[in-house]
T-cell receptor
Framework: DSGVTQTPKHLITATGQRVTLRCSPR?????VYWYQQSLDQGLQFLIQ???????AKGNILERFSAQQFPDLHSELNLSSLELGDSALYFC???????????????FGAGTRLSVL | GQQVMQIPQYQHVQEGEDFTTYCNSS?????IQWYKQRPGGHPVFLIQ?????EVKKQKRLTFQFGEAKKNSSLHITATQTTDVGTYFC???????????FGKGTRLSVIA
């Protein structure tokens, strides 16, 4: 158990809909990262938050948004869903990002999103 | 932007054979991390290398960081069925830049 909690585990929805994925980081970790993993694809970095502030942005679509709350949990909002958004969405946390040693990431079990 | 290329994409080996995956970056990295993702699971941190030319071992796994800090390798000696999974390398250009993952090498071990 990594200590990172993601809910829900599975999500099935229709095109055009909006969903929210939730992540609770490990106790003491200030950074939260969101990744998308499609079939046979690597981990596509979406966005990082550190202590409530957006820290880095990757290949995140405009239809997607995220935030990190004062209690450090994070939510990833996906709207106007398309078939191609079906994927595994991982959240990871780290102590970081002040030093390289603190950037080791601990991943949650993921949310599998199926858009029908 | 920074890219991390990983080869091979897939590797099938007989149990007991050795396995190596290679990671190459277009830019100098401040560190390299390796993660393992079992089928149906999530990536799990294995190790981090920071120094040029660094070599670390974990039982049958040997990790190397190149002298120029642009490449890395993971070598598994005498693979076992428990080694099955996808191995990802990932690196930072600097401590404050996002971790960039390679696409991973999927290892299958035939008993």
């Amino acid at each position: 158990d990594s200590g990172v909690t993601q809910t829900p585990k599975h999500l099935i929805t229709a095109t055009g809909q909006r969903v929210t994925l939730r992540c609770s980081p490990r106790s003491g970790d200030l950074s939260v990262y969101w990744y998308q993993q499609s079939l046979d694809q690597g981990l596509q970095f979406l966005i990082q938050y550190y202590n409530g502030e957006e820290r880095a942005k990757g290949n995140i679509l405009e239809r997607f948004s995220a935030q990190q709350f004062p209690d450090l949990h994070s939510e990833l909002n996906l709207s106007s869903l398309e078939l191609g958004d079906s994927a595994l969405y991982f959240c990871a946390s780290s102590v970081g990002p002040s030093t390289v040693a603190k950037n080791i990431q601990y991943f949650g079990a993921g949310t599998r999103l199926s858009v029908l | 932007g920074q890219q991390v290329m990983q080869i091979p994409q897939y590797q099938h080996v007989q149990e007991g054979e050795d396995f190596t995956t290679y990671c190459n970056s277009s830019t100098t990295l401040s560190n390299i991390q390796w993660y393992k993702q079992r089928p149906g699971g999530h990536p799990v941190f294995l190790i981090q290398l920071v120094k040029s030319g660094e070599v670390k071992k974990q039982k049958r796994l040997t990790f190397q960081f190149g002298e120029a800090k642009k490449n890395s390798s993971l070598h598994i000696t005498a693979t076992q069925t428990t080694d099955v999974g996808t191995y990802f390398c990932a690196g930072h250009r600097s401590g404050n830049t996002p971790l960039v993952f390679g696409k991973g090498t999927r290892l299958s071990v035939i008993a």
